[in-house]
Structure formats: structure tokens, C-alpha cells
């Protein structure tokens, strides 16, 4: 593609794969988003490799497994050896932006222990320009409330405890939040995207675009608030009782009897398995509203592009880092080994020409996170590094699945106490190093295979709620073991490869894909 080529690459935080309106959602309102999707490619089976924030967001842009990059819990450092997408943008004569995060801790080899970046979740990822980051902490968007007059209290979190006047029910609520739409972090988040672009109009840039919603806490500004009501939203896919899902593992009845509704509302109380379906559906409620104030955000955006006449000059991407089980199965958050945590939206618009004719298609095949890195890169006009474990996703912009693509997905999560927990042991008497599983997910079956615990297996054409284990069914064990055997040949081909493609030969130094 001639002449001026950017990227927008706009992440949000926490959103469901199945959460849109052009796939079916029953009640989503996202206007902004189905018009992307109708100019663009949609990716219905799109899968993050892992979760929480930080293994996600180290796959999403260094396009490697979790099992080659290991960043295995919020905290953890990345190797930095690792390249970014952004690094490879540098390579071609950009300079990344970024408004908002990549939750990345550094490599203690490169620094002091003292880094003050150490002392909270996540900081910048290398490679990247930060124009407005804001850490976990939200230290730059709470200072930005403070310069436009809003009173942050003492416990700035505070903001998004009810409004006054609304009285707190101690859990989901339907009630506003008591910071106004205008001074939310989303507004933050818009208002420093569209000065960037503003300040770069006339030259090529890239831009990541990052968004804190719809993650908790669940609790929506005027009137997104009001945006659903609470008998729209879909009841919770779970069994009839607590006691009846947790039998099915180990894991799922740790988390159970575990997740508290705090870290989901700031009020909360007791467990998050204890919501009833009302409740759920209340959570939910406030959940969309957040996504349909990011829609608005996003719509902003793209307006902008339009009117400045970028809009056909950049190759836009809609994706999240990871989803969120909102009541499913009994769990609130990111965890564990269902969909719900790692099926995520991805939506690509390519303005290229020979994209005109696959505009408004709806792609059914599995994709995955690490597709992204090498799908900007292939846009670019430049190979992904040999490392890189994602395929592109353009040949599907331009014509159709490129031969030998891929019938399942995998995933990773491991379980060890993250940084909020780290003083906690973790479960069962295992060590941190025993805290892993990893999926393997096609059309008709799902295995689950975990170090240290039992494995799981569904038939997911006979169970799509994925409610029978049927890892102990006799008939079932031939096939079982076919998934083990795709499973580790999957990591042994994916093992890695940073130098695999090097050799000394006589003749010196040759390389090879």
C-alpha cells in the first residue's frame, strides 16, 4: 500500500469475545463498534494465549505463547530479550505511542532492585513512546482530576463507590458512579489519544490506544448507568447450585470459595459465588454501560480520522487483552480454565483496496493474540521475527484463510498467588512452579491439562457449558489422549526458536525461516 500507512491499535480491558452486537449479543448497543465491524473483518473464535493483564498483554505484542515469553502472573518480569511489535515498528521508522498501559514489569538483570517501577503492577513496556501512560495505580489520571478541580479523597478509588445520594447496596449496583463521564478514564484515556493524533496529523504514526474499561470495578458514570436494564442482560450459564460446579475440579472449587465481591465493587461484600442471578444480572448491566461509554469513546476517535482524512491511511484493530467470566460458573474475573476468560473480541479494518472485498465478513476460524503482532507487521511490509509463535491475519482482510491454518486454539493461566497475594502460599500445597495448566480447544473438544492437578475433558458439541468432565469416561480415554499428544506436539513445535534458524557452516554464519 503507497504513501502514508498508520496503526491504531485500540486494547480495552476485560471485554467478552461475545459481547457484540454483530455476533449476537442479545442486548449490546455499541454503534461505533458494529460500524468498524461492517468496514472491516470480524473474528468471531478469537482467543487471548492467557490471562490476567500482564501475561496478556505480553502476548498480545511480543506475539509469543506464555509458555515462551513467561510472564505467568500480573508482577512478573518480562525477559528483555523479548521484542515488542514496537520494537519491530522502530525497525521501520516509527514511533509507538502509547496512551494507557502494558502492565510490564522490568528485567531485574537490566536494573537496580530499587526500581521504582517494582513498586506497583506493571510500568512500560520497552519500545514504546508513553504520551499519557497510566500505571495501575492511575496516579496520572487522578492528578488529571485534581487539575480540573474535581476533589479526589483520600482514598481515590472512592470515585467509583455509588454517587451520594444513591444509597449502596454493597455489591452490583445500578447506581452512577460518583465521578461524571466527562472527567471518567475513559474521557482520559480520549481526550490524550486525540491530542496525540492532533500533534501527528500531517506524518505517519502508531498509536496504542488503550482503554481501562469495562474492567472492574463495575460500576458505570451517568448515564451509562442507565444505558441497560438489569432484565435485558442474559442470567449467568452456571449449575443449579454452588456445591454442584465446584465438584467438577479442584481449581474451580478453590475459586469458588474464594473470589471476593470486593474486587469487583468497592463495596462489596462476601463471596462473588454468593451473587444471586438478579445481582448478576444487575453486574451485567453495569458492565455493558462501560462498554457502550468506550464505544462512544472509540466513535470519537474514528470520527476524528475521518475528518482529518486519515481514516484510509490506517490499519485500525479492536481487541482486549483478556475477558471476564461475569458470573459464569460461579466466578467473577479473569481465571481458571473456562472461555469465558480468554474468548475476546477482535475486530481489523484494513483500508487497503484489496480488502474491499471481504468488508462487513464475519471470520469463523480460531485466531489468537500473537496473531496481531505479525498481522501489523505484514501490513508494514516486514516479517515478524523468527520467534514469533501468531500467524498474519491480512490473507483473511484479502481473500480467504492462508493454506494450513490453524483448527483449535491453545491457552495458558497459572494460578500462583499474583502480587496482591503474593504472602499467600499457593493452593493445594503445590510450589509456584506447579501453578500451571494449558488448553487445547477445537470445534467439538476441550482438554485441560494441569502440572500438579487432575485434567479436565469436554465434549463441547454434547456440552457446550462445559459442565461434564469427562476426563474418567473409559470410552472417551483414546481420544483424551489424542488431545495430550496435539498438546505437546504444539509445544514442541512452538518451543523457542529466537536462533533455531541459525547455523555455522564452512562457509560462516547462514540463516533460515
Same mark, same amino acid.
Request: net charge negative; charged share 25%.
Given at each position: 500500500?503507497?504513501?502514508?500507512?498508520?496503526?491504531?491499535?485500540?486494547?480495552?480491558?476485560?471485554?467478552?469475545?461475545?459481547?457484540?452486537?454483530?455476533?449476537?449479543?442479545?442486548?449490546?448497543?455499541?454503534?461505533?463498534?458494529?460500524?468498524?465491524?461492517?468496514?472491516?473483518?470480524?473474528?468471531?473464535?478469537?482467543?487471548?494465549?492467557?490471562?490476567?493483564?500482564?501475561?496478556?498483554?505480553?502476548?498480545?505484542?511480543?506475539?509469543?505463547?506464555?509458555?515462551?515469553?513467561?510472564?505467568?502472573?500480573?508482577?512478573?518480569?518480562?525477559?528483555?530479550?523479548?521484542?515488542?511489535?514496537?520494537?519491530?515498528?522502530?525497525?521501520?521508522?516509527?514511533?509507538?505511542?502509547?496512551?494507557?498501559?502494558?502492565?510490564?514489569?522490568?528485567?531485574?538483570?537490566?536494573?537496580?532492585?530499587?526500581?521504582?517501577?517494582?513498586?506497583?503492577?506493571?510500568?512500560?513496556?520497552?519500545?514504546?513512546?508513553?504520551?499519557?501512560?497510566?500505571?495501575?495505580?492511575?496516579?496520572?489520571?487522578?492528578?488529571?482530576?485534581?487539575?480540573?478541580?474535581?476533589?479526589?479523597?483520600?482514598?481515590?478509588?472512592?470515585?467509583?463507590?455509588?454517587?451520594?445520594?444513591?444509597?449502596?447496596?454493597?455489591?452490583?449496583?445500578?447506581?452512577?458512579?460518583?465521578?461524571?463521564?466527562?472527567?471518567?478514564?475513559?474521557?482520559?484515556?480520549?481526550?490524550?489519544? %486525540?491530542?496525540?493524533?492532533?500533534?501527528?496529523? !500531517? =506524518? *505517519?504514526? &502508531?498509536? @496504542?490506544? #488503550?482503554?481501562?474499561?469495562?474492567?472492574?470495578?463495575?460500576?458505570?458514570?451517568?448515564?451509562?448507568?442507565?444505558?441497560?436494564?438489569?432484565?435485558?442482560?442474559?442470567?449467568?450459564?452456571?449449575?443449579?447450585?454452588?456445591?454442584?460446579?465446584?465438584?467438577?475440579?479442584?481449581? %474451580?472449587?478453590?475459586?469458588?470459595?474464594?473470589? !471476593? =465481591? *470486593?474486587? &469487583?465493587? @468497592?463495596? #462489596?461484600?462476601?463471596?462473588?459465588?454468593?451473587?444471586?442471578?438478579?445481582?448478576?444480572?444487575?453486574?451485567?448491566?453495569?458492565?455493558?454501560?462501560?462498554?457502550?461509554?468506550?464505544?462512544?469513546?472509540?466513535?470519537?476517535?474514528?470520527?476524528?480520522?475521518?475528518?482529518?482524512?486519515?481514516?484510509?491511511?490506517?490499519?485500525?484493530?479492536?481487541?482486549?487483552?483478556?475477558?471476564?467470566?461475569?458470573?459464569?460458573?460461579?466466578?467473577?474475573?479473569?481465571?481458571?480454565?473456562?472461555?469465558?476468560?480468554?474468548?475476546?473480541?477482535?475486530?481489523?479494518?484494513?483500508?487497503?483496496?484489496?480488502?474491499?472485498?471481504?468488508?462487513?465478513?464475519?471470520?469463523?476460524?480460531?485466531?489468537?493474540?500473537?496473531?496481531?503482532?505479525?498481522?501489523?507487521?505484514?501490513?508494514?511490509?516486514?516479517?515478524?521475527?523468527?520467534?514469533?509463535?501468531?500467524?498474519?491475519?491480512?490473507?483473511?482482510?484479502?481473500?480467504?484463510?492462508?493454506?494450513?491454518?490453524?483448527?483449535?486454539?491453545?491457552?495458558?493461566?497459572?494460578?500462583?498467588?499474583?502480587?496482591?497475594?503474593?504472602?499467600?502460599?499457593?493452593?493445594?500445597?503445590?510450589?509456584?512452579?506447579?501453578?500451571?495448566?494449558?488448553?487445547?480447544?477445537?470445534?467439538?473438544?476441550?482438554?485441560?491439562?494441569?502440572?500438579?492437578?487432575?485434567?479436565?475433558?469436554?465434549?463441547?458439541?454434547?456440552?457446550?457449558?462445559?459442565?461434564?468432565?469427562?476426563?474418567?469416561?473409559?470410552?472417551?480415554?483414546?481420544?483424551?489422549?489424542?488431545?495430550?499428544?496435539?498438546?505437546?506436539?504444539?509445544?514442541?513445535?512452538?518451543?523457542?526458536?529466537?536462533?533455531?534458524?541459525?547455523?555455522?557452516?564452512?562457509?560462516?554464519?547462514?540463516?533460515?525461516?
Amino acid at each position: 500500500m503507497a504513501g502514508i500507512q498508520n496503526v491504531l491499535l485500540i486494547v480495552v480491558d476485560q471485554w467478552r469475545g461475545d459481547t457484540l452486537a454483530q455476533l449476537g449479543h442479545p442486548c449490546i448497543r455499541t454503534p461505533a463498534i458494529d460500524a468498524l465491524g461492517r468496514d472491516g473483518v470480524t473474528f468471531r473464535n478469537h482467543y487471548t494465549q492467557c490471562a490476567p493483564c500482564g501475561p496478556a498483554r505480553a502476548s498480545l505484542l511480543t506475539g509469543l505463547y506464555m509458555m515462551n515469553h513467561r510472564v505467568v502472573q500480573n508482577g512478573v518480569p518480562m525477559d528483555a530479550r523479548h521484542r515488542s511489535v514496537a520494537d519491530e515498528a522502530r525497525q521501520a521508522g516509527y514511533d509507538p505511542a502509547l496512551v494507557g498501559y502494558t502492565t510490564t514489569s522490568p528485567d531485574p538483570r537490566t536494573t537496580s532492585p530499587d526500581d521504582p517501577r517494582y513498586r506497583f503492577r506493571g510500568a512500560t513496556m520497552a519500545g514504546w513512546t508513553p504520551i499519557a501512560p497510566m500505571d495501575p495505580a492511575r496516579r496520572p489520571y487522578f492528578n488529571w482530576l485534581r487539575q480540573r478541580g474535581h476533589e479526589v479523597p483520600d482514598k481515590a478509588e472512592e470515585i467509583w463507590l455509588p454517587a451520594v445520594g444513591h444509597e449502596s447496596t454493597g455489591g452490583a449496583t445500578r447506581a452512577p458512579s460518583r465521578i461524571p463521564r466527562e472527567l471518567s478514564d475513559t474521557s482520559w484515556t480520549t481526550e490524550h489519544g %486525540l491530542a496525540y493524533l492532533r500533534g501527528v496529523a !500531517k =506524518q *505517519r504514526w &502508531f498509536l @496504542h490506544l #488503550g482503554y481501562f474499561r469495562p474492567h472492574p470495578p463495575f460500576i458505570a458514570p451517568y448515564p451509562y448507568n442507565e444505558r441497560y436494564h438489569p432484565d435485558e442482560a442474559p442470567p449467568p450459564v452456571r449449575a443449579a447450585t454452588r456445591e454442584e460446579e465446584a465438584a467438577q475440579h479442584p481449581l %474451580l472449587d478453590h475459586y469458588i470459595r474464594s473470589v !471476593k =465481591q *470486593r474486587r &469487583f465493587f @468497592h463495596d #462489596g461484600a462476601g463471596l462473588g459465588s454468593e451473587m444471586s442471578e438478579q445481582e448478576v444480572r444487575v453486574m451485567r448491566a453495569a458492565y455493558y454501560g462501560l462498554m457502550s461509554e468506550v464505544d462512544d469513546a472509540i466513535g470519537r476517535v474514528i470520527a476524528y480520522l475521518k475528518e482529518s482524512g486519515q481514516y484510509d491511511k490506517t490499519l485500525i484493530i479492536f481487541t482486549s487483552d483478556h475477558a471476564e467470566q461475569l458470573g459464569n460458573h460461579y466466578l467473577l474475573g479473569k481465571i481458571g480454565y473456562f472461555d469465558d476468560s480468554f474468548h475476546i473480541p477482535l475486530i481489523v479494518r484494513d483500508p487497503s483496496a484489496e480488502a474491499d472485498g471481504t468488508r462487513g465478513e464475519i471470520v469463523d476460524r480460531f485466531t489468537e493474540t500473537v496473531d496481531i503482532m505479525p498481522t501489523i507487521l505484514d501490513w508494514l511490509g516486514r516479517d515478524a521475527p523468527r520467534a514469533c509463535d501468531g500467524r498474519s491475519l491480512l490473507p483473511f482482510m484479502r481473500g480467504g484463510a492462508p493454506a494450513g491454518w490453524r483448527d483449535e486454539v491453545h491457552y495458558e493461566f497459572d494460578f500462583r498467588p499474583s502480587y496482591d497475594g503474593a504472602a499467600n502460599p499457593p493452593p493445594f500445597g503445590l510450589s509456584i512452579d506447579q501453578c500451571s495448566l494449558a488448553v487445547i480447544r477445537d470445534e467439538k473438544y476441550k482438554y485441560v491439562h494441569f502440572d500438579a492437578l487432575p485434567p479436565l475433558f469436554f465434549d463441547l458439541e454434547d456440552d457446550p457449558g462445559q459442565f461434564r468432565n469427562r476426563s474418567g469416561d473409559p470410552g472417551l480415554a483414546p481420544l483424551m489422549l489424542d488431545y495430550a499428544r496435539k498438546m505437546l506436539s504444539w509445544r514442541m513445535h512452538h518451543a523457542d526458536r529466537t536462533l533455531t534458524g541459525y547455523s555455522s557452516t564452512p562457509r560462516g554464519l547462514i540463516s533460515r525461516r
